[in-house]
């Protein structure tokens, strides 16, 4: 009965470890989507504006 660790460890760890990846992951999709969103809206807000001055 000298096993180097329990299963049921190894099994915790790696879903914690896949939870953080899966965490992290969406974290940075969300960051990323804002940029985009962002610097779209900014684009759009400064073509508003030429529109506006332009007439």
Do not use: D, K, N
């Not at 790696?14 to 899966?22: D, E, F, N, T, Y």
């Not at 974290?27 to 804002?34: H, K, R, S």
């Amino acid at each position: 009965m000298t096993m180097p660790r329990p299963p049921r460890r190894t099994e915790a760890y790696r879903w914690a470890v896949g939870r953080g990846m899966l965490v992290c992951a969406l974290a940075w999709g969300l960051v990323e989507l804002l940029a985009l969103q962002r610097s779209r809206f900014q684009q759009w807000r400064q073509r508003q504006q030429t529109a506006i001055h332009h007439h």
